[in-house]
């Protein structure tokens, strides 16, 4: 593939339509891509994180800034990715990782169109650093120092999303929709809370603004995955069909399970994992949720 995007200047397998600029090397050597670089982005799939980073560690530049731009939670231990970051490399390394979410589907940002993200760092100077760096007039970065609630509404919206995409399989119309994704705003920030999040970052870029993007456009991998579960698909047939990752689907198991360690009430992520594990369809799923015992809105 690295050899195929050096020769045509396209990418064989992802936006295959999009011209690479001349200024981008491609190479599947770690050592060549990071060594000497005072910037380096980690956009590989959640599951990859945590060997790719082990591997990239003994090549990198010590003074590096790191930015991560993975939307997950590591199955095997409930981590957020920066926590895996924090555990596979050196201390020296923890001040200067950032972390990069907001709405943003990669198509649109490489045709340059316009969009808005939220850039996280504990040490605000690194933050500024890379926000410098990497935005330009179509590609604007807001900084913040909520590593973890900036983590957790990129990571929970998509399971939300595959939850609204279920919704729109079966046809439920648009009050259902906006309810669902109302009160799924409401679990990701209860949960967001349980980990010391700040409840405000939810109402922001990386919280309501990416869970806006995910649950209603067509080019969200997790609603896609969602829409096909709500008209009966197995997910084995969506997942054989995609050639992308849909991050919900590991992270929905991911964040039940943490959930349950937290005592968090969230029944739109729990009801989405029994779909997903062939418990219930999507239309009893959503079934349970309506019957649910009523509450107030602040619960």
């Known amino acids: 593939m690295a050899e195929a995007i050096e020769r045509d200047r396209r990418n064989p397998k992802y936006l295959q339509d999009i011209t690479l600029p001349d200024s981008i090397h491609a190479t599947a050597d770690l050592a060549e891509a990071l060594e000497g670089r005072e910037l380096v982005i980690c956009a590989v799939p959640s599951h990859g994180v945590r060997d790719v980073m082990r591997r990239a560690e003994s090549v990198m530049d010590p003074e590096a800034i790191l930015v991560s ?75 913040h120092d909520d590593v973890i609630g900036v983590e957790v509404g990129g990571a929970l919206k998509n399971v939300v999303a595959i939850a609204v995409g279920m919704c729109d399989g079966l046809g439920l119309g648009l009050n259902a929709r906006a309810g669902l994704m109302t009160r799924g705003l409401r679990e990701i920030s209860r949960f967001g809370e349980a980990l010391g999040a700040n ?17 209603t456009g067509d080019l969200s991998r997790n609603r896609t995955v969602g829409v096909q579960l709500g008209r009966g698909e197995t997910l084995d047939d969506i997942i054989g069909r995609m ?17 349950d360690q937290l005592g968090v009430d969230m029944p739109i992520a729990f009801g989405t994992r029994r779909v997903l594990t062939g418990e219930l369809t999507a239309e009893q799923a959503g079934h349970e949720i309506m019957r649910r015992q009523l509450k107030s809105e602040s619960e």
Do not use: N
């Open 69 to 143: 731009t993975v939307k997950g939670i590591e199955v095997e231990t409930g981590m957020l990715m920066h926590q895996v970051l924090e555990d596979v490399l050196d201390e020296a390394f923890h001040p200067r990782i950032a972390v990069l979410s907001g709405p943003s589907f990669a198509r649109e940002v490489a045709e340059h169109m316009p969009t808005a993200v939220t850039l996280a760092c504990r040490e605000e100077a690194y933050a500024i650093s890379v926000q410098t760096a990497i935005s330009c007039p179509w590609f604007r970065c807001y900084t």
């Open 199 to 215: 409840p405000l970052t939810f109402l922001g870029l990386s919280g309501m603004g990416d869970l806006v993007l995910t649950c």
């Open 243 to 259: 050639d992308q990752v849909a991050e919900g689907v590991r992270t929905t198991h991911a964040v039940c399970d943490l959930a």
